[in-house]
Nanobody
Framework: QVQLVESGGGLVQAGGSLRLTCAAS???????MGWFRQAPGKEREFVAA????????YYSDSVKGRFSISRDTDKTTVYLQMGSLKPEDTAVYYC????????????????WGQGTQVTVSS
């Protein structure tokens, strides 16, 4: 059974930084990993995704240049380094796995974590 556990969320002031971690277990084969977020009253949206090799990364326009996604050499852990945080980045952040290439589409991911709350104060 694939399990994803996110960590690293918290409260931070605007302009600050946080690093989210997602650890995958029960996986086999190659898979892409992605981060999505859902703010109160809004739909879940794509944030970033990384290929199995870690060589290709994709970002939403809203976070490009501020966030960086990477995965560990063991391939089972993915990080989201978030910088220059804004109050509008406040959301629950979810990690997801897709047993194909990276995608920006929520519906194409196969497994999801429970999420970690990120709150950015102004």
């Amino acid at each position: 059974q694939v399990q994803l556990v996110e960590s690293g969320g918290g409260l931070v002031q605007a302009g600050g930084s946080l690093r989210l971690t997602c650890a995958a277990s029960g996986t086999s084969g190659s898979y892409a990993m992605g981060w999505f977020r859902q703010a109160p009253g809004k739909e879940r949206e794509f944030v970033a995704a990384v290929s199995w090799s870690g060589g290709s990364a994709y970002y939403s326009d809203s976070v490009k240049g501020r966030f960086s996604i990477s995965r560990d050499t063991d391939k089972t852990t993915v990080y989201l380094q978030m910088g220059s945080l804004k109050p509008e980045d406040t959301a629950v952040y979810y990690c997801a796995v897709r047993f194909r290439g990276a995608s920006r589409l929520e519906g194409e991911y196969d497994y999801w974590g429970q999420g970690t709350q990120v709150t950015v104060s102004s």
